[in-house]
Nanobody, 123 residues
């Protein structure tokens, strides 16, 4: 297990940008693929993006392709989600998660979760 703490959420106008960070504990951070998920009120938690342990492979959900970028700094045990051209439909609680798989895009593939950070996009 790994402890995860997200930060960087907030209120932004449509078209704006935010960068989320997720700090991880432990000495094996680079062995985990890291993902971002989001959950809007009344909806299921959905996959947003994933990055492999080395950072060499990434994957994105269709609604965020071309707007969001996932990255990581293994020296700082941190994964980031740069969100540009935000839309009101991006409003949700964003969670980071760790996986022992090379890459995963479903909740069941992740074993550790942060507490979430709220992102609200106003129109």
């Amino acid at each position: 297990q790994v402890q995860l703490v997200e930060s960087g959420g907030g209120l932004v106008q449509a078209g704006g940008s935010l960068r989320l960070s997720c700090a991880a504990s432990g000495r094996t951070f680079s062995s985990y693929a890291m993902g971002w998920f989001r959950q809007a009120p009344g909806k299921e938690r959905e996959f947003v993006a994933v990055i492999s342990g080395s950072g060499g492979r990434t994957g994105y959900a269709d609604p965020v392709k071309g707007r969001f970028t996932i990255s990581r700094d293994n020296a700082k045990n941190t994964v980031y989600l740069q969100m540009n051209s935000l839309k009101p439909e991006d409003t949700a609680v964003y969670y980071c998660a760790a996986s022992s798989l090379v890459l995963a895009n479903i909740k069941q593939g992740f074993h550790s979760w942060g507490q979430g950070t709220q992102v609200t996009v106003s129109s």
